[in-house]
């Protein structure tokens, strides 16, 4: 089981990128699905999360500027990340809680994170 993150890059303030999460192997569902980001010396923090449902929830700091969507059918997340400032600087990381059969749910699953830098 992987999930491999992709589309991150470096960006002029206002600008936008796209990020793309693949979750691939032996998966029966998803249930949660989205994006967290770390900078050094700092905790990963919540960006953007959605449920299987279609509700999302972002951080207070992208609200407006940010939007998940999900592709159930492909097992992928995207961020579409506009009007970026050097404060989204950040390595972006997928995460998904996957189901693996009916008794086995909601495990925790990270992808590799993916470098996003703003420059101001």
């Known amino acids: 089981v992987q999930l491999q993150a992709s589309g991150g890059g470096l960006v002029q303030t206002g600008g936008y990128l796209r990020l793309s999460c693949v979750a691939s192997g032996s998966i029966w569902s998803i249930d949660g699905m989205g994006w967290y980001r770390q900078t050094p010396g700092e905790r990963r923090e919540l960006v953007a999360i959605m449920d299987a449902d279609g509700t999302a929830d972002y951080a207070e700091s992208v609200k407006g500027r940010f939007t998940i969507s999900r592709d159930e059918a492909e097992k992928s997340v995207y961020l579409q990340m506009n009007s970026l400032k050097p404060e989204d600087t950040a390595v972006y990381y997928c995460?998904?809680?996957?189901?693996?059969?009916?008794?086995?749910?909601?495990?925790?699953?990270w992808g590799r994170g993916t470098l996003v830098t703003v420059s101001s």
């Open positions: 995460a998904a809680e996957l189901n693996f059969c009916p008794t086995v749910r909601r495990t925790s699953y």
